[in-house]
Each structure stands twice: as structure tokens, then as C-alpha cells.
DNA sequence: CTGAAAGCGCTAACAC
DNA sequence: GTGTTAGCGCTTTCAG
């Protein structure tokens, strides 16, 4: 059996009490006391049980991210940027994948009894809508990410993505290029980053006096490298001319740019390329891809110290915020003039 | 407060025993006792405590996957292997990472309060090598994964790296490459990824009379895509002449076989280039990416297993096992003939 | 400033 | 087949 609180306090001549408090920074310690129960603490290699102070405190000390997928890389870099900033107060991160279900697996997850061992959740909406929102209404201190629900009844953490998209087909029109591909549209939808992402990408045509073509929005379900890849060779094989695409991920950026290459075209001279997320990657395919920044690490630090708070202010709860990153154009050989 | 077994007790008009009982599947209660409690469950929307049952039962239901960094796309699909096995099985997955730090916080972390949450550890050993394999004598069940460690206290799931390499190099020389680059050494390493990736090269070349030429041996200290291109660009300047590169991992050969684009030579023609690990990125690369395929979900799948076997074996505890998986190529254009 | 007692929600023994 | 009891290791309340 392992070191218990009552080991400590018998080695050091005090009650288990005292041993708790001092475990627990409470102030009013006499220094010396304090002195001999860290001795002991340290003699006997005593570790508190994690379970026991849960079950008591109700605090965990933990909280939970939920993403889609880890093997995406947008997602594997937010929940180290998550790690890391939760570490830095104190916190530990359980990560829970949802896989591509449908919304009640999503919500399963959601309210699964592993969510009993955190204090709190960080949610990447993926299926769930605006519609949903009222089902998001629960106990347990909640922040959102992604662009799936708006004014739902907690924190929202996400980027401007209507600003990001605008950002980035304005760079491909100073460039002179005239027929820009929308890369990963969603068919009808308005909230959600495919319909906000495409939202500005009308408004950047609309500024520039360019005339709006359908045929140039491509609709692509996920946006893996592969389903990037396979658009681009529908778009290819129909013949309508193009000079840039402003993928509204990066894993469709590269799959397309692999494809539009492999078809003897040039990027960026051909084609130039624009993507979203800023992945590592990005710096180091063949060419180097120009991207939308979506200040992860802020997205990561701001969610984190919203729900932190959250989980501080207890049943009162806090009024719901939104937080909207600034995003930045990073500009690489994929849109070279 | 949230609802307890006494809760359901009363409603289904048992004790708790026997709701505790229902829950865990005791095989022994009338089928009438057994709907109404389930029932009450049901109405009452009742989640069983995980802490306080850990804390009674000594069992968490929970494993820890204690890996460098998810940022490296090998170890985030690395995680999602292991979680897919492990949710199979019933069991949770904590994510730990380790950070490319020093032993002492390597170590800090295997032995870290958090590991008190689990049943058992598995535990791709990054810092640690041979001389420390006594430290992880340790009481809670434990599988090692990765290859720094040999021999050691318990079970260790891997690849066949050497000959990994071996089929690798051997596939460089059917092709006629006779100057051949091992990319991503590491000088004096023996055990460890690098090391028997290095002596599965030589063998390769000994077997085919190619002298080894210790110029075509790039050290590399970490395996990322910067350090990939680094290291490529330092050998161009050096001006050996190469016309082929086993990379010890796909994130060095991106890195290298894009500045060797770069740089106007072409792949496979003039270079041609085979990496490690089979990540996703390898299927879309420009060209995609030959590479030795390591089984991971093979390796996922036995290091999980073989913890759980551990976990029930007790403080009895199970000899220690090795599993190697046999490594595949998998072709692809940047070494078509 | 420190101690004693209670009990978080659950499961393991052992009654019945 | 089902109920009773005890206690996992800790924090909380309340005395002193």
C-alpha cells in the first residue's frame, strides 16, 4: 500500500490536519512545524492520492479537451498549445477525440462519466449547431472553440474567420489574379468556419469589383489532405480555368497543390495557393505555403483562462463572452508575385 | 450535488449493494431487480462517481500514454492508435508529454502524482537509455515502448528497426543508387532508433559490396522537418555527391527531399528518397514519399494488451516480453525507378 | 495555530 | 439473491 497523509503526520509528530494544510499553502503555519512535515513528506516519498482529494474537494485539477481528431495536425498542435498553457497553472488536460460522428456520439462524449473527473471542458464543436446550443447549457464550467455556435450560452473562443478569409483572397487578388478558387465550401451554410471563411471571401470579391462565380466554389465535406487532393482533380478534369485557391484549410491547401503540380502547372506562377491554420508543414512543402495565422496560442490561453475562471466563479456562473483572435497573413512561396 | 447509488437504491427500492451490483454486471440478481434498477438509472440519469469508485476499488480504468510530443505527427497518430485500442477494451487513455527535456524531468513525469490516476503506463522512453532501465522497476504496470530500452524490467512492444532499415537501403540499391545517404544519426549510438537504424544500412551495403562511406552518414540530433532541411542543406554545400537518402524518419526526409528541390534536383532522378514511420503527410508530399511502414497499430494494439495483462496479473507481475513487428515497405514516387 | 471527527460515493466482505 | 457494515485517503467543519 502506498504512503498515506497518516505516515506523514505519525513521522512528523502532528495530526493529519496539520499535514493537509501544509500540503495545501494554508498560511498560518508555524515555520517550524511546517519545516518537519516537508521532511517527512520527503523521507517517506509521500505522493497525495489524487482520487481521495477529488472525491472529497470535488476539484480534479484537471480538465477535459474535446477535438474531432488528433491526427489532424490543426487539432494535435491546439491540444499542445492547451497542454502547455494549462500546465503553466497548475492544470492537466484529458484529451477525448469524437472521431467524425454524428451529433449524439458527439454529445455522449460530451457527457460521458469520464467528464465527472474534470473540473471543467474545453469543447471544439464539431457536429453540434446553433440549433444545439440550449443542449450546451450544463453543470460542468464549458468553453467553446471552433465556428460552429455563436451566442450559445457560455464562452466562445475562435478567430475572425471572416476577416482571415477576406485577408486572404485579397492577397491573391493584389497579385493580379482574377479567378480565385473557394476550397472547402459547405453547401448552404452560414455559421460554421466553411460558410464564415467563404463569407469573406465574397466580401474581399465584392471590394475588388470582381464579379462572384459559383463554379469557382468547390464544396468539400472534410477537409483532409486527401479530400483536397480529390477536389482538385474534379476541378481540373472540368476545365475551368483558374489562377489561385484559397483553401479554407491547410490539409486541402497541400492535397490540391500536390494535385494542381503532379498536372505540370506551377504554383505560385500557375496557380498561387493560400491555405488556413498555419500548420508546421506549411513551412516545409514544395513550395512553401502562404497561410492564415489563427493565433493558436492566444485561442489556447484565452479559452483556458476563461474557464479556469469559470470554474472559480462555481454555480453563480459568469455572463457568456466571446473572443475573436486577429489573424495574420504569413506569407510564403505559394503566393510569391 | 449530483445523483448517488442511494439515490437509485430508493427508487428502485433495493440497497445500494445491489444497484452496485447491477452497474457491475455481478451475475447472480433476479432479471426483475435487475430492469427496475436499471430503470431507476435511467429515470434518474444516474453516472456512476469514477473517483470515489478509484478510490475504493484501487482501479482507475484509466492507462497513460507518456510520449515526446504530439507536434510530431508519429506520436499523434501514435495516440490515436493506442486510445482506438484502448477504448476497444474499456479503458481510457491519459496523454502525457514529456517535452524534449532532460532525464530528471523525463523521469518526474513517469513517477508524477498524475500517474497515481492510472492503472498502468505505457511509456515511449525518449531520454532514458540502457543504464537507467532499473529505474522503471516500478510498481505500477508499465510497457515500454520506442527504442532506447532493451532488455529491460518489463515488456517492450517496437519495431524490427534494423531490419527496417536493412529493406529500406536495400530498396535504394535495387534501384542502382550506389551513394547512398543515411540521414539522422546519431554519433556513437548503438540502441536507440538511430543506432540500429544505422547498422541495418550497413548491413544492407555489406551485403551488396558497397563500402560504407562514413561522409554519407548525416548526424542529425532531432528528427523534425527544420532539422531535415538543415542538415540537407549543409551536405549540398559540402558538395558529396549522393543519388539516394534513407531517412530515419519521414519529417527528416520532407524536410531534406524539399530543399533538395529546391535546390533544382529532381526526385527520384537525381535523388531519390525513403523515410520512416508511414506518416499521413508521406501520401501527399510532391512526390509522396516511399517509406517503411512500422505497424503501428499492430504496436498500439500489443502494448495495450499486454498492459492489460499486467494490470491483472497483479503484484505477481508477468516476465518480461519483447514484441518486434515486422516492417513493410511501402513505394511510392520518390523512389520510382 | 493545531487536533478530532465526519463523510465524499463507492466496492468488498460477510451476513442473512 | 440481497442487505449491512466498514473504510479507501483526503478535506472540511468546528473545537480547542
Redesign the interface.
Known sequence: M?ITLHDVAKLAGVSIKTVSNVINDYPHIRPATRTRVLEAIDTLGY??????R??RSGR?GAISLIIP???N?YF??L??AV?TSAHERGL?V??E?MGSGDKASELAVLLG??M??VDGILYSVLELGQEDAHLLDIPTPLVLLGDRIFDGPTDHVTMQNAAGSRIATEHLLSLGRRNIVALGAHENEVIGSAGLRLSGYREALDAAGVPFRPELVVNVGTWH??DG?QAMRALLASGVPFDGVVAFNDALA??A??VV??AGLSVPRDVAFIGFDDI??T????PTLTTIDPRQAEIADVAVGWLLERIAAGPAGIAPREHLTTPRLVQRESTLP
Chains 1, 2 share one sequence.
Open positions: 502506498s505522493r497525495p492520492n489524487l482520487q481521495a477529488g472525491l480534479t481528431d488528433l491526427r495536425a494535435a498542435e491540444a499542445d497542454m492537466y484529458l484529451i477525440q462519466p469520464r465527472q473527473m489532405r486527401l487532393a497541400l492535397g497543390m500536390r503540380q503532379e508546421d508543414e513551412r516545409y512543402s514544395l
